[in-house]
């Protein structure tokens, strides 16, 4: 869908290029995007959060819980079924590593205190 996406915002665009006679800039396309949502049938109408979308973010995390460290296929695996890239799989459970580790270090500072 992303093309159908891209190929109904470009006619709107280019539509009220022709009605104001120049081109649009930043906020000329937000406009047009407020006036002219994408239609149910090429988007799902799901907010996009973080960059990813919270189906793929819910798959990644139900991951997380068994294996913090998946291996390079099924890293493969993880993307195909998200539909993100390898690359934002890995970095996805490399952050995801990264902020549990702050936490701990958190609560067993706090921890100490008590």
Do not use: M
Request: proline share 5%; charged share 30%.
């Amino acid at each position: 869908h992303p093309q159908l996406q891209q190929l109904w915002l470009q006619a709107h665009y280019n539509e009220a290029e022709k009605l104001r006679g120049r081109p649009l800039g930043a906020v000329g396309k937000y406009r047009v995007r407020r006036k002219f949502p994408l239609p149910r049938t090429i988007w799902d109408g799901e907010e996009t959060s973080y960059c990813f979308k919270e189906k793929s973010r819910n798959t990644l995390r139900d991951w997380y819980t068994h294996n913090s460290y998946p291996s390079p296929r099924e890293k493969r695996e993880l993307a195909d079924a998200t539909g993100l890239t390898t690359t934002q799989v890995s970095n996805w459970f490399k952050n995801r590593r990264q902020r549990d580790r702050a936490a701990e270090a958190t609560d067993s500072a706090f921890n100490d205190i008590w």
